[in-house]
C-alpha cells in the first residue's frame, strides 16, 4: 500500500498529460527544481530525502486530475513553512498569487498568538478559512494528509493517535462533505490503524481468516453479474468485487453492537456501466436473480445524496445464501463519486459557483459566517468539529444567518430561535421555498421559512413535535399561562355568582380591605391568584364567599351543591389543575373521545366528542379545549357512570339474567328500573358503574349475547 519510493515526476507528468493535455509542463517541472532546491538537505522522519514528500502529494492530487496550479500548490505547499529563506513574496512572484494564496493556507501559524489559542487550532482554522476562497486548499491539505498517514509508522509512536483522531474527525468528513470518495475512505482506514490498534487488529485478522472462502465467492459472483451485462447487452461495463473498507465495518459494528462473526455484508460489488439506462436494467436483471434484502434498495441516482453522490444500492442474498452489496453506477457517477468535485475544479480555477454544489456552497457559506463572528480557534475547531458530526443540522435564515440545531429538530424550533413571538404565531414553513407541516425534520443546508399569524397559538401538540429546550420551555410557559387566565375567568364567574346569593359586594370587600384579609388567611398574594385558585378547583367559590360575608352563618361541612361537584375523581390532560366537571348530558367514560368546555360558574365540562349539546356549544371556539384523559389516574376504579337502555323480549328471569352479566364483569349498578311498553315489550333502564370504555364495551357485548335482548343503547344525553 505504502510506497517508500519516490515516485518519479516523469511518470506524473505523464498521468497529468493523460487528463489535462493542455497543462503547463515547463511550469510544473519549474515548480519540482524549485521545491527540490528549498527542501536541499532536509530528512522525514524515516530518513529519507524531504523532496519524496511533495512528489507523492503532487501524485495523489494527479490521480484526483487536479489543475496546475493544484499540482503546484501541492509541491511548494511545505517550502514557505520549512525554508525561512524563503516567503510567501517569492512563491507569488514565481507562481503568481493564486499559488501563494494556497501554500498560505497550508502554513502553520508562527506568529505569537493571543493568550489561551493553541496553535494547532489556530492554524487549522486559517486553512479551513482559506478554503473558502479557494477549495484547492483544502484538496491539497488532504492529499498531503493522505501520505503522511500512509508514512506514520515513521512518526515517533506517542504522536500518531493524535493526527489519527484529527483525520477521523475532521479531514475524512470534509473529504466526504466535497464528494471525495475514495480518499475519504483511505484516510478512514490509514487513520482507523492508529487509532483504534487493537480494534484495528482483530477486524483485518477475522477478514483474512475469511479470505479464502472471499477470494472465490467474489470471482463467482462477478462471473454471474457479469453475464446479466451480457444478457442486456450492455457493452462497455464493468463488475469488480472487493471487500469492504475497514473503517466502515467497524463503524458497522459499533452501531449495531454485534460481533466481527456477525459481519456478513463485508463483500460488496459495484457495477459500471456507460448510461443510466443501463443502470435499472442490470438492477431488474440482478433482483431477477437473486433475492434483494428489503429495505436496502436506494435510489441516489434519481435522489442524489446531499454531497451529490450518486448510484444504485441494493443489498440481495446470493450464493450459498451470502448477502452482499452491489452499487450500480455510471462511469461518469462514479468519477464523481471517487474524486468528487476535483472532476470540476479543474475548469472552475478552484471556485464554486452557485451552480456547481448546492449543499457545498452552503456550507462554505456556513464557514465565511464562522469566519464573521468573533470566536477563538478553539471555539471554531469545536463548531466545525460539530458541523462535520452528524448529530447537528446547519440551516439558513431567509437572509442567510446560520442556525444550529440537534437532529429531529422542526420548523418549530427554529421559530423559537428566531423569537419568541414567532414561535407562538407560527403557522407553517417552507423549506427551500416549498410550504411543508410545522413537524417536519431539518437538514443541513435548508433555507427556513417561518409563516406567522398574529391570531395563531401555540397548540399542545408542539410539545411532541419540538426538540430544542427553548422551545419547550416557552411552549410550557404559554400552555400554562392561558391555562391560568382560564382558571380566573372560571374563578372569577364561580366567585361571582356565590357573592351575589349571600349578597356580597366583591367590589367592596376589595374597597374596606376585608379581601387582603382573606387573602392573608388563604395565604394568597393577590386577587388574581385566588381567582385562579379558586378555578383550579383548590378552593371553593363557596368558601371564599363566606369568608368575605363574615355575619353569616359559620360555614358547614355539608358538601358543595350547584352545577360544580367537589372536585371530580376524572383528571383529564390538558387541564392540569382546572375544575373539571363531566357532563351530564353525555356522561363521558374514560376511553371515550372528550373535549372540554370553558362554562361560565362551573369550570371545565368534559363532553364526549359526538355530544349533541357540544356541537350547539361550539360556536364559541375560544372556549373549547383540547384534552384526553389522564392515563395515570384513577384506572381500575368504577368511576364512571353510564345510563343504558335495553329493548328486550317479555321473558321471565330477564332481569336476572342482565343483573348477573353486570356482575360478573365486576361493574357495579346504580340504579335500574324494568318494565314492559304499550307494545308488550320489556324495557330496562340501568345505570351502571364501569371502570372505562373498554369495560363497558365488554358488559354491552355480553349483554347482546343474552336471549331475547333485541336492542341494546348507552344513552346519549
Ligand atoms: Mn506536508
Redesign the pocket.
Known amino acids: 500500500m505504502a510506497t517508500q519510493r519516490l515516485p518519479r515526476i516523469e511518470t506524473i507528468l505523464e498521468k497529468v498529460k493523460g487528463y489535462n493535455p493542455t497543462s503547463d509542463e515547463r511550469l510544473l517541472q519549474k515548480a519540482y527544481l524549485f521545491s527540490a532546491m528549498a527542501h536541499e538537505g532536509q530528512m522525514r522522519h524515516s530518513g529519507e530525502p524531504y523532496l519524496i ?2 512528489v507523492a ?1 503532487m501524485d495523489i492530487l494527479a490521480e484526483l486530475k487536479a489543475d496546475d496550479i493544484a499540482l503546484v500548490a501541492g509541491l511548494l ?2 517550502v514557505v513553512e520549512d525554508n525561512h529563506t524563503i516567503g510567501l513574496k517569492d512563491i507569488e512572484s514565481r507562481f503568481g498569487m493564486e499559488v501563494a494564496h494556497i501554500v498560505d493556507g ?1 502554513t502553520k501559524i508562527e506568529e505569537k498568538l493571543p493568550e489561551g489559542e493553541v496553535r494547532e487550532w489556530a492554524t487549522l482554522r486559517k486553512l479551513v478559512l482559506a478554503m473558502v476562497d479557494d477549495i484547492r486548499v483544502i484538496l491539497v491539505k488532504l492529499a ?1 494528509r493522505l ?2 498517514l500512509r508514512t506514520l509508522d515513521a512518526m515517533p509512536s506517542h504522536k500518531r493517535p493524535a493526527k489519527a483522531m484529527e483525520t477521523l474527525e475532521i479531514y475524512a468528513p470534509i473529504a466526504y462533505r466535497l464528494g471525495l470518495g475514495k480518499l475519504k475512505a483511505e484516510l478512514e482506514d490509514l487513520a482507523f490503524r492508529h487509532a483504534y490498534p487493537e480494534d484495528y487488529a482483530r477486524l483485518s485478522q477475522a477478514l483474512v481468516d475469511k479470505r479464502t472462502y472471499s477470494d472465490s465467492f467474489l470471482e463467482e459472483t462477478r462471473q454471474q453479474l457479469q453475464s446479466i451485462l451480457g444478457e442486456f447487452g450492455v457493452e462497455g461495463g464493468e463488475v469488480r468485487g472487493r471487500l469492504k473498507h475497514l473503517y466502515s465495518i467497524f463503524l458497522k459494528l459499533k452501531r449495531q453492537s454485534i460481533s466481527i462473526e456477525q459481519v456478513y455484508d463485508y463483500l460488496a460489488f459495484r457495477i459500471l456501466v456507460p448510461d443510466v439506462r443501463d443502470c435499472y436494467a442490470v438492477l431488474g436483471g440482478i433482483h431477477a436473480l437473486w433475492k434483494p434484502i428489503p429495505g436496502r434498495f436506494k435510489d441516489w441516482i434519481a435522489l442524489p445524496k446531499e454531497n451529490h453522490y450518486r448510484s444504485l444500492h441494493t443489498s440481495v442474498v446470493g450464493l450459498n445464501g451470502q448477502p452482499f452489496e452491489i452499487q450500480i453506477r455510471t462511469w461518469q457517477m462514479h468519477d464523481e463519486a471517487e474524486n468528487g468535485l476535483a472532476a470540476h475544479w479543474r475548469y472552475k480555477e478552484g471556485r464554486l459557483t452557485k451552480e456547481d454544489e448546492d449543499a457545498t456552497v452552503m456550507w462554505l457559506r456556513h464557514l465565511v459566517e464562522m469566519r464573521q463572528t468573533a470566536m477563538t480557534a478553539g471555539d471554531f475547531v469545536e463548531n466545525l468539529r460539530v458541523d462535520l458530526s452528524p448529530k447537528e443540522v446547519y440551516v439558513f435564515t431567509p437572509k442567510g444567518k446560520i442556525l444550529n440545531f440537534p437532529r429531529g429538530a422542526t420548523p418549530i424550533d427554529f421559530a423559537y430561535a428566531v423569537h419568541t413571538q414567532v414561535g407562538h404565531t407560527c403557522t407553517g414553513a417552507k423549506i427551500n421555498g416549498k410550504l411543508v407541516p410545522l413537524k417536519t425534520p431539518l437538514k443541513s443546508g435548508d433555507r427556513i421559512e417561518v409563516l406567522t399569524n398574529p391570531n395563531a397559538k401555540p397548540s399542545r401538540d408542539w410539545l411532541d413535535a419540538a426538540v430544542t429546550s427553548r422551545a419547550l420551555n416557552k411552549i410550557r410557559a404559554w400552555l400554562n399561562q392561558q391555562e391560568k387566565i382560564r382558571a380566573i375567568e372560571i374563578g372569577k364567574t364561580s366567585l361571582d355568582r356565590e357573592c351575589k346569593r349571600l349578597k356580597v359586594s366583591l367590589k367592596e370587600a376589595q374597597e374596606s380591605g376585608l379581601l387582603a384579609e382573606v387573602l392573608k388567611k388563604v395565604a394568597l398574594p393577590d386577587a388574581d391568584t385566588l381567582l385562579a385558585t379558586i378555578g383550579y378547583g383548590k378552593l371553593t367559590a363557596r368558601r371564599v364567599a363566606k369568608m368575605l360575608a363574615p355575619n353569616q352563618e359559620e360555614e358547614t361541612a355539608t358538601p358543595e351543591s350547584g352545577g360544580v361537584s367537589k372536585g371530580t375523581p376524572i383528571v383529564v390532560r390538558g387541564a392540569s389543575d382546572l375544575l373539571t366537571t363531566l357532563a351530564r348530558c353525555c356522561k363521558p367514560i374514560r376511553g371515550d373521545e372528550i373535549v372540554g368546555f370553558i362554562s361560565r360558574g362551573k369550570g371545565l365540562i368534559i363532553h364526549r366528542a359526538d355530544c349533541s349539546n357540544m356541537k350547539r356549544l361550539s360556536y364559541n371556539p375560544d372556549r373549547i379545549m383540547e384534552v384526553t384523559w389522564d392515563d395515570a389516574s384513577q384506572v381500575g376504579s368504577l368511576a364512571h357512570d353510564v345510563a343504558v337502555t335495553l329493548h328486550t323480549e317479555d321473558r321471565q328471569g330477564m332481569v336476572a339474567a342482565i343483573t348477573k352479566v353486570v356482575a360478573d364483569h365486576k361493574a357495579g349498578i346504580r340504579q335500574m328500573e324494568a318494565g314492559i311498553t304499550g307494545t308488550g315489550e320489556g324495557l330496562v333502564r340501568m345505570t351502571i358503574a364501569v371502570r372505562d370504555r373498554a369495560h363497558l364495551a365488554l358488559i354491552l357485548t355480553q349483554l347482546g349475547k343474552i336471549h331475547g335482548i333485541t336492542t341494546i343503547l348507552r344513552d346519549a344525553g
Open positions: 514528500h511533495p502529494v505547499h511545505d497550508l498531503d501520505h503522511n
